[in-house]
């Protein structure tokens, strides 16, 4: 057996001599400063051990084949109207999607940038207008050509006009022309306008009167409007108030709109014939030349572009005339981000959220030094972050990238075109989970150290 003596040669808590234990001043300065050390040091620990820390990697996109990416935008074109502005989206799979309408909304603006009224609406739109099967080339011109001297004046002396704005190089143009000037005839003679006076049928040539057409925002040819006496006065920042006619050009339909106009006359005011009693053939023309254009769409993940341009089914365009400057008011990708979760998220990662939206607030004008013909487009490389919590809860996701853009001279209609190039990779910040037992241990290494070192002086 075990004597006594060599069991207490391994006890850990020996007696300390008494003489060893009497208070002393400098003692008391030891212990003090000992109590402080461990302390601060204690608070190092505590304050490193819930202090958010995080590692960054490169992977391949885990997002699945049918995943959908979501582009949100608000974009400003002072010189294009909303009559014909159209959305499209195209990708190298195929897609090809036109005049996108279901999502996306627009808004006349003027120059400034100034809105003008409420919402534009495009309406329905046959997807072939009607023309005469046949063309006669041996028909006389009933229709009143104007020009910029005496347009007002004529426009206020019937109570309708309606103007065909046209160009001759345009295909469009002439084959409206013998049909327009066959109703035109046919008007003249039901209603003359020295007798009767209650319709005119007229036509401006936009490549003599360039002036005028666009004091009333022609941009695509032909445009036929339709001017009421006294609705007409009005211009401010360049507003009109008229209509626009989309029905067929067919001789029966012009000369059918034209005894419909002529029927609202007589009763009431003159205003009751803007209600639209014509199936959508006949809608208020764009107040301004510009238009705002807001909205989403969603495309497949892979390279493709998003295009905003003017487009019509029944129209031609001057693509030496068209502008297609722009103010991009908003770009983003993905889902939103609430600014609350990106406030939190922002205090332990600072530099996530600088690139989703860089291209806010950018303008893009065409000074016409670069003649016309001039397509805007820019450059987008898209890349996916996500921020995952040490639980495997994704925090956020969220899409950044990066723009460059540039102008470039097209043999077709100007656009502006959002080349999208998404990155097969993504980032993913992690939250790195920390361990407590390590911090228990390096707790009991500071009050340890520090009491060891005040008993040795």
Known sequence: MLSASKLKSVDFYRKIPRDLTEASLSGAGLSILAALAMMFLFGMELSNYLAVTTSTSVIVDKSSD?????????FSFPALSCEFASVDVSDVLGTNRLNITKTVRKFSIDSKLRPTGSEFHSGTI???VKHDDEVDTDFVEGSLPLTSQHFDKYVQLFPITVVNFYAPWCSWCRRLKPSW??????????????????????????TQEGDLCRRHHIQGYPSIRIFRKGSD??????????????????TESLVKTMETLVASLPTGSQHLALEDKSNGTKRPAPSTGGCRVEGYVRVKKVPG??????RSDAHSFDASQMNMSHVINHLSFGKKVTPRAMIDVKHWIPYLGINHDRLNGRSFINTRDLEGNVTIEHYIQV?????????????????????HSSVAHSVNIPVARFHLELSPMQVLIT???????????????????????SWNP
């Open 431 to 453: 939250e790195n989970q920390k361990s407590f037992s390590h911090f228990i241990t390096n707790v009991c290494a500071i009050i340890g150290g520090c009491f060891h070192g």
């Open 126 to 128: 046959a997807n072939a």
């Open 233 to 250: 006065v009005r211009s401010d920042h360049g507003h009109h108030e008229h209509e626009s006619y989309y029905g067929d050009r067919d």
């Open 66 to 74: 049918g995943d959908f990416l979501r582009i949100d935008f608000n």
């Open 181 to 206: 000037e066959k109703a035109a005839k046919i008007m003249r003679e039901r209603y003359d306008p020295e007798m009767d006076g209650r319709i005119l049928l007229a036509k401006v040539d936009c």
């Open 383 to 403: 890349v996916k972050t996500e921020v995952i919590t040490r639980k495997g809860y994704k925090l956020i996701e969220e899409y950044e990238y990066t723009a």
């Open 305 to 310: 572009s998003l295009v905003v341009s003017a």
